[in-house]
């Protein structure tokens, strides 16, 4: 018997389990075959969608445009290949709650991936046998043709291919996340929380009424922000005027959350798109772009953005006009400015825009939108409090409009739409090593998260209840979490605000740290890594060369490149350890019926395993 090694059950170990059982159905050439799918925290969900996870962690994507499988549904049974979308087996499970537009509890999308491989196994050809194991595997050697895994139970056994999906990892602080662990060790009162996804951390153990820090704004800011409150027992209830007012158990600590932006990041916009919609770029093309640079690196300030927000401000400006003119002035812009395009010539949308109607409306700038209090100085803390308050009623205005009727809702979505054609550029050193480093991670990626990856309205909302309450509050813009030696405390303060200026005794990063196959605490990854078989990614050579951090891989199906510069044709890397090498690897689902980067990457290494067994 074959046997093939999966190691982590997420949504990407999931994939490759998945087009591998409808590979081997179609075959039916029946070889035996053994599938081992290892998982440390829970085989079938992994430890970000563990089932165990109070239901107040929710996803970012609504739940029609999410789906495990492969494929849609038929005539037979669900099974691999063929399966329901989250929201269908959602309204099966809870027709109450479940909406194709709504947000489901993360342990909700876990017992989703669960039915799954239920799903997948029960309709294996007998020939193939499915084994779950729950356990760390802590090495993986060469053991003559094929390998040796060993796992956390002592037990150990032999594979002739391994797929590591190991996902999300935690990695050694550095700087000032260094300095803010080290001054909270041998200190009674004060603790760093760090590394972790928030459902990981002990929040429970902070006690009520102390106050706590958290650095960022993020997504993971609204997973910790539920945590104290909602997982405190507190509650909201909607007021007259459809907002919400919160009740506090008396048990919450007190919030004081900062970050670069000192905004929270905006939610996405009420959906308004089916499950398959596909945005066709009119301006963002292939051709396009490559114009100036028809071969080599592309440098994604020169190349790439200026295309990218062209395209965002033609549908900004579009929406506005289809809103307060007509559609046929909606399209009529369009194709003006298509016409402008010709040639390859960026055009200034906005000129166009006023030739239609909209003289004085300014373009979109992803600075503006990502900083919107950047260079601004306060008067007092009220003055910002207000200030906040009003960014956040406004984004939650547009919110409400929806992704298409809303003008900057419908705009940001582009950056959305445009992420594969953007990683396609991106993978494998597709930007110079400069414009790789400082443009495109160093500048844009931080941009895009912030402005196309919002949380559900209903966080802004809660947001806005909590900083009435008192038991939010937000520091300011460019906030600053120090060690306080003279107070044997943490502090925090914002330079833009006078007077913004906090102790607190615990600190909780709410970042999610970037992977780092130098600094990840794994011990699976750091044997692969002394023993050459991991290797970082390096876009470039000589000084201007960048250490990306991510795992070096081949092109699919992605065997990592040992020290000798050899890959390792019976070892398979794929998703968050390869970050940076390729981009954006934490997408963990695709929409129903369509084949994204994420389904064909499972399919691709599926199609090399059965292969290579053959």
């Known amino acids: 018997m074959r046997r093939v090694a999966v190691v982590g059950s997420g949504p990407r170990g999931l994939i490759v389990v998945e087009r591998l059982a409808a590979r081997l159905a179609e075959e039916d050439s029946g070889r035996p075959i053994e599938i081992n799918l290892i998982d440390a925290v829970e085989v079938g969900a992994g430890r970000i969608y563990r089932t165990d996870q109070p239901d107040w962690f929710l996803m970012n994507t609504v739940a029609g445009m999410v789906s495990a499988f492969s494929g849609v549904p038929d005539e037979g049974p669900t099974r691999a290949g063929s399966g329901p979308s989250l929201y269908e087996w959602w309204r099966e499970r809870d027709p109450e709650n479940a909406s194709p537009d709504g947000y489901a509890p ?48 002592g037990e150990a056994f032999l594979a002739d291919q391994v797929v590591l999906t190991t996902g999300h990892s935690t990695v050694e602080p550095v700087g000032r996340e260094l300095e803010l662990a080290e001054f909270a060790v041998g200190r009674p009162g004060l603790r760093y929380l760090g590394g972790e996804s928030p459902a990981d951390m002990p929040l429970d153990d902070i006690p009520p009424d102390t106050p706590v820090g958290v650095i960022g704004l993020g997504l993971s800011f609204y997973d910790v922000m539920a945590a104290l409150t909602l997982g405190r027992g507190g509650k909201f209830d909607t007021t007259d005027d459809g907002g919400l007012r919160y009740i506090p158990s008396g048990t919450e600590p007190l919030i004081i959350a900062g970050s670069r932006s000192g905004m929270p990041v905006p939610a996405r916009g009420r959906n308004q798109k089916p499950p398959r919609h596909a945005y066709r770029p009119r301006l963002f093309t292939p051709g396009n772009i490559r114009s100036a640079t028809p071969t080599g690196p592309l440098d994604f300030l020169a190349d790439v953005y200026p295309w990218l927000i062209s395209e965002v401000n033609l549908v900004y400006y579009a929406t506005l006009l289809r809103r307060d003119a007509s559609t046929a002035a909606a399209e009529e812009f369009v194709a003006a400015v298509t016409r402008a395009a010709e040639g390859a010539v960026v055009p200034d949308v906005a000129a166009v825009a006023a030739a239609h109607g909209l003289a004085g409306v300014p373009p979109l700038d992803l600075d503006e939108l990502a900083l919107p209090f950047a260079g601004r100085t306060f008067a007092d803390r009220t003055e910002f409090d207000e200030a906040l308050r009003t960014a ?12 298409v009727d809303s003008p900057l809702k419908a705009a940001l979505d582009v950056l959305r739409d445009c992420r594969g054609p953007i990683m396609k550029m991106a993978d494998f050193s597709g930007f110079n090593p400069i414009s790789h480093r400082r443009d495109f991670v160093g500048w844009y990626a931080a941009r895009c998260a ?26 300011g813009p460019r ?12 502090s925090v303060c914002s330079p833009q605000v006078p007077g913004a200026h906090e102790h607190v005794d615990v600190v909780v990063d709410a970042r999610v740290p970037d992977p780092n196959l130098a600094r990840d605490r794994s011990s699976l990854t750091r044997r692969l890594r002394e023993r050459g078989i991991w290797t970082g990614y390096v876009n470039g050579e000589g000084p201007e060369s960048f250490a990306t951090g991510g795992v070096a891989v081949t092109t699919s199906p992605y065997h990592p490149i040992g020290r000798g510069g050899e890959p390792d044709e019976g070892l398979y890397v794929v998703g968050i350890p390869t970050e940076h090498t390729r981009w954006f690897m934490q997408v963990g689902s695709n929409r129903p019926g369509m084949w994204g980067d994420f389904v064909h990457d499972g399919d691709a290494i599926a199609a090399h395993v059965l292969k290579e067994g053959g």
């Open 106 to 153: 993360r342990a909700e999308y876990g017992r989703y991936t669960r039915f799954l491989l239920d799903a997948v196994e029960a309709n294996l050809p007998d020939h193939v046998l499915l084994v779950r194991r729950r356990a760390y595997v802590d090495d993986v050697t060469r053991a003559g043709d094929g390998y040796r895994l060993t796992l956390s139970t």
């Open 392 to 403: 956040v009623t406004k984004d939650l205005a547009e919110s409400a409009n929806g992704n």
């Open 450 to 475: 912030f402005l196309a990856a919002g949380p559900p309205s209903v966080r802004l909302r809660q947001v806005l209840a909590l900083l009435e309450s008192g038991v939010l509050r937000i520091i």
């Open 479 to 490: 906030a600053v979490f120090r060690p306080d030696r003279l107070a044997r405390r943490f």
